[in-house]
């Protein structure tokens, strides 16, 4: 079974899924603007599997053209993150750099981590240990 549906709303102008996920959804991911940064944080909780994918990609694509200077995709409360998710978390990368967004990864679990390693995007984002690093970078 996925991620509790719940997401944690940590800072003003949070936006739940876009349009949002349906209440039973198991997928949960939340977006945000830091405005000091100028950054847009996407948070993810529980997998990130075939199911959430569309959706997710589809959020963190319009945070890439939001005219910010970086997107943050925050995967520390992740538990799972697809071998094709994190081949696609690579080409958003790269197009993204193309349109001037650097897309930034915290991931801090070691799953999340082998997945970025094993499907070959990992040497794509810098390591940040914390989420500041990443928004201060």
């Excluded at 950054?39 to 890439?64: H, K, M």
Aim: charged share 25%; glycine share 6%; with cysteine.
């Amino acid at each position: 079974m996925s991620a509790s549906p719940a997401l944690h709303e940590y800072a003003e102008g949070v936006h739940q899924n876009g349009s949002g996920p349906k209440p039973h959804d198991s997928h949960a991911w939340a977006q945000r603007v830091d405005r000091r940064n100028e950054c847009v944080v996407v948070r993810v909780e529980g997998e990130l599997d075939a199911a959430a994918s569309p959706q997710f990609f589809a959020t963190v694509e319009r945070a890439v053209r939001s005219n910010c200077h970086a997107v943050v995709i925050d995967l520390r409360a992740a538990r799972f993150l697809s071998l094709r998710a994190a081949g696609a978390l690579g080409a958003l990368r790269q197009r993204a750099a193309c349109d001037g967004t650097d897309v930034r990864i915290v991931a801090g679990r070691q799953p999340i981590e082998r997945s970025l390693e094993v499907s070959g995007v990992r040497p794509l984002f810098s390591h940040y240990p914390s989420m500041r690093a990443a928004l201060d970078a």
